[in-house]
């Protein structure tokens, strides 16, 4: 089932954590979920490098750490 939420990043952890309300958890390289901006949707995969970064087809999009995404996921 997708669900809506939140992803917001840890610092003590070094990670991305998605936010569901009563549920938080890591997110690891690999995972895919859909990134809303604006009033679009994109379906990406989530990445780290020197930087945690969202792949998007062939666009590469570093996430901001004080910055906090929606996103639609399969939980």
Do not use: S
Request: contains cysteine; positive net charge.
């Amino acid at each position: 089932m997708r669900r809506r939420a939140r992803i917001c990043y840890e610092p003590d952890r070094d990670e991305w954590c998605v936010d569901l309300g009563r549920r938080r958890y890591g997110l690891h390289c690999g995972e895919c979920f859909t990134l809303y901006m604006g009033n679009k949707a994109y379906e990406c995969r989530l990445e780290l490098d020197a930087d945690w970064y969202v792949l998007m087809q062939d666009t590469k999009f570093v996430l901001h750490r004080r910055t906090i995404y929606a996103i639609g996921i399969d939980v």
